[in-house]
């Protein structure tokens, strides 16, 4: 399994409500209708910043590197911003980070 990990930065509070609207009504599910093979998860995370705005993080999971180009296109590494999101953004992350899972722990039973 391949983790996908992007971030973004908005710097007020207006901005971030606008681009958590924009990328949970507009662009997941868009992304989720490509119904990719070997796209697992798209989750989205916040973490509240100065001045209101926020750090946005997306955590996409793939089964394989095939599924990643898919997305992605040639450079797997090239981040994916549609241009309605790159206006709401102060800053985001050029490339996306990924991480091959070795090993899951789960809870004793």
């Given at each position: 399994?391949?983790?996908?990990?992007w971030?973004?930065?908005?710097?007020?509070?207006?901005?971030?409500?606008?681009?958590?609207?924009?990328?949970?009504?507009t662009i997941?599910?868009?992304?989720?209708?490509?119904r990719?093979?070997?796209?697992?998860?798209?989750?989205?995370?916040?973490?509240?910043?100065?001045?209101?705005?926020?750090?946005h993080?997306?955590?996409?999971?793939?089964?394989?590197?095939?599924?990643?180009?898919?997305?992605?296109?040639?450079?797997?590494?090239a981040?994916?911003?549609?241009?309605?999101?790159?206006?709401?953004?102060?800053?985001?992350?050029?490339?996306?980070?990924?991480?091959?899972?070795?090993?899951?722990?789960?809870?004793?039973?």
């Amino acid at each position: 399994m391949i983790i996908r990990t992007w971030r973004g930065w908005t710097d007020t509070a207006d901005t971030a409500a606008a681009y958590e609207e924009l990328l949970n009504g507009t662009i997941a599910p868009d992304i989720m209708r490509r119904r990719i093979a070997g796209l697992r998860e798209l989750a989205v995370f916040r973490r509240a910043g100065e001045g209101g705005g926020a750090e946005h993080l997306t955590l996409m999971t793939f089964d394989d590197w095939d599924a990643v180009t898919e997305f992605a296109g040639p450079d797997p590494s090239a981040s994916v911003v549609p241009a309605p999101a790159r206006a709401l953004l102060a800053r985001h992350d050029e490339h996306s980070r990924h991480y091959e899972l070795l090993q899951s722990h789960l809870p004793l039973p």
